[in-house]
């Protein structure tokens, strides 16, 4: 049956007279309706996050840890329930769905435990000739209001990664997710509320990204942006933010160099994850593979082998491997591109076929480094495989991108390893993994068109936070 869902606001779940469907990627299903925020609602909630800003800042660090511990908790006792509501909204598959909320339960707890010990420190201040008299240290205070605007491919996790910072640093929050995928955070608020948070100090609003999402972009009573999504829209955002602080988790054409020393047995398969894992619709997905010449058939052949077994179906089926895109329009771009490539001489080996949104796992050699499928962000279960002489030529093809989330490089020779750790530009680095490997503590972020600022819990409570200095004259 149909969900209906609720916004809430000031301390309250509300409907509101228009309200947007929610559509299940697999089948055209109608998941629910969602209430379309006013604009007078998306005020009111930003008038009630700025009224709990000493609330929030007045939490003792053990009960911000205490919440956060607690939602932790709730979300793991609905696990499942958290799976499905992400596999139905955004069409991913089951064991990526699972793996996104167990990647969320963490989240929660390292950002308890990072809520714990967050302090500043004492500065040095007799090294200043004339200031051999004072005493001086700093603490870190939360900046106020957070406008969190996440994507529709990690409803879970990506929210998480915005709301426990906030939390654990003190700040109220108005989150506006994806369109798409509304549902988990509805269910994130309520298990939040549950775990203890103050009620005013969540704010959950819905609606188109240019009208809510714009809106709280726009309202000087919000402190920071933080917001994960397409570049275009991330960069367009930064300059209407003026003096309020912003990070931007943007997206990439993420890729990979392998070195004729590599342990093939293991980085082939996690290549195929890297690339196809919820139909490459994430941020670090594997789109471009630079492989030694001395190694390229044998690597292209097994690849291709691979790829072909992957189970396509429905999201809710455990063994499903490769799932549809999040619409059919998303998966009409990528194949017009792929058709593009093919004109220019790309040579399709594995897929390059649609239908409806399912865009069949696509392997393309014969590119060049202008084609689209090599140079723009697919977003889609694509992946390009080109080969390389020397080691150098093939970091510098990876690096020739305008993006720069992270890169991988398998080679055991350690030299090699940290050549490509200073060369590329990139927020990290995977040493004998895929670009895709992400735990939730490590800083993530980009640079160039993919953002900045980092997240990973104190990276992001460090963003969310003030440095506000005391200097004693004793
Ligand atoms: P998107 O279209 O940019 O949307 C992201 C969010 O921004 C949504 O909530 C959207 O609302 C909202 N939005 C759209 N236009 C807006 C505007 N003018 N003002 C304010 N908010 C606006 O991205 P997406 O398609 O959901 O996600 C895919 C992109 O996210 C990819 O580029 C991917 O690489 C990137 N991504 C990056 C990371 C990272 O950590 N670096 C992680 C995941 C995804 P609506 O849904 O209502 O349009």
Not at 57 to 77: D, G, K, Q, V
Not at 297 to 310: G, I, Q
Request: a positive charge; one cysteine or more; hydrophobic letters at 40%.
């Amino acid at each position: 049956m149909a969900k209906r869902g609720r916004l809430y606001i000031d301390g309250k779940w509300v409907s509101s007279r228009k309200t947007f469907d929610v559509i299940n990627p697999y089948d055209g299903s109608l998941v629910g309706t969602v209430p379309l925020a006013t604009p007078e609602m998306v005020s009111k909630a930003i008038q009630a996050a700025y009224e709990s800003r000493e609330t929030m800042a007045s939490l003792p660090l053990h009960e911000r840890a205490r919440i956060l511990t607690e939602t932790s908790r709730l979300i793991e006792a609905k696990k499942e329930l958290f799976a499905r509501t992400i596999a139905l909204e955004s069409g991913k598959a089951w064991k990526y769905a699972i793996g996104e909320v167990e990647r969320a339960i963490q989240t929660f707890k390292f950002a308890a435990a990072e809520a714990l010990t967050l302090h500043g420190e004492t500065v040095p201040m007799s090294a200043a000739k004339g200031a051999e008299t004072r005493v001086a240290f700093y603490e870190r205070f939360p900046v106020g209001v957070i406008g969190a605007i996440t994507p529709f491919n990690f409803p879970l996790n990506l929210v998480a990664h915005k709301v426990a910072p906030a939390i654990g640093a003190g700040n109220p929050v108005v989150l506006k997710p994806a369109s798409a995928t509304p549902f988990t955070s509805i269910l994130l608020v309520e298990t939040l509320l549950k775990a203890g948070l103050p009620p005013r100090a969540i704010n959950l609003v819905a609606g188109s990204g240019s009208v809510v999402g714009d809106a709280i972009v726009t309202d000087e009573r919000v402190a920071m942006i933080t917001f994960t999504g397409s570049p275009t829209v991330g960069w367009a955002i930064k300059e209407k933010c003026g003096k309020k602080k912003v990070t931007l988790e943007l997206g990439s054409n993420s890729g990979i160099v392998v070195e004729d020393d590599a342990d093939l047995e293991f980085a082939i398969p996690r290549c195929i994850v890297g690339a196809f894992a919820y139909s490459g619709q994430v941020c670090i997905s594997l789109q471009r593979i630079y492989v030694n010449e001395k190694i390229y058939d044998r690597f292209v052949k097994e690849f291709v082998k691979r790829t072909k077994k992957l189970k396509m179906g429905n999201p809710l089926d455990p063994d499903t491997d490769v799932n549809p895109m999040i619409n059919e329009a998303e998966a009409r771009r990528v194949e017009e591109w792929i058709k593009e490539a093919v004109a220019e001489g790309a040579k399709v080996l594995t897929g390059g076929k649609r239908k409806g949104n399912v865009l069949y796992p696509t392997v393309i050699t014969n590119v060049t480094p202008d084609m689209k499928v090599c140079c723009l962000e697919a977003f889609a279960p694509i992946v390009v495989i080109d080969k390389y002489k020397t080691f150098e030529e093939g970091v510098e093809k990876l690096n020739d991108s305008i993006y720069g989330l992270q890169a991988g490089v398998f080679t055991k020779d350690v030299n090699k390893a940290m050549y490509a750790f200073r060369k590329l530009e990139v927020g990290g680095v995977m040493i004998n993994d895929i670009p895709t490997f992400r735990v939730d503590q490590m800083p993530y972020g980009g640079v160039k068109n993919s953002g900045m600022g980092r997240e990973g819990l104190k990276y992001a409570m460090e963003e969310m936070t003030e440095i506000r200095l005391v200097v004693f004259n004793v």
